[in-house]
Structure formats: structure tokens, C-alpha cells
């Protein structure tokens, strides 16, 4: 990423073309998990913090 902007987590480009783009390989335990499922996401933490904000709607891009 050179000049672009931060995405405030919204995708930017590249689109997932099936289902195994969403998966990945946790680097703590070495098993898979869908990315898109929060609770399998958060079983992979392994003790890290997450600092967790209420918000309404989707996040709001930098300009």
C-alpha cells in the first residue's frame, strides 16, 4: 500500500472469488477458521486483547 489511504475496515479491490478466500491458517495453533465467522475469530485470539468499541452502522470512510 503506497499512497492509499487507510480503509477503516471497509474492503478496498480485491473481492473474494469463493468460499476459501475467507478461510486462513492461525499462526498461534495451526488450525483454520473462517474469517468471516466472529466467534471462530475470537477462539483465536489465545489470550490477546481486543479492544471492542459500540458503534451504529458501518464504519465511515477518512477523507
Do not use: N
Not at 503506497?2 to 491458517?25: M, N, Q, R, V
Not at 477458521?33 to 477518512?62: A, C, N, Q, S, W
Amino acid at each position: 500500500m503506497s499512497d492509499d489511504k487507510p480503509s477503516d475496515g471497509i474492503p478496498t479491490g480485491w473481492e473474494p472469488k469463493a468460499d476459501i478466500d475467507h478461510l486462513t491458517i492461525c499462526s498461534t495453533c495451526g488450525k483454520g477458521y473462517d474469517m468471516r465467522k466472529l466467534d471462530e475469530v475470537l477462539k483465536h485470539v489465545h489470550g490477546g486483547k481486543i479492544e471492542m468499541i459500540e458503534t451504529f452502522g458501518p464504519p465511515t470512510r477518512r477523507q
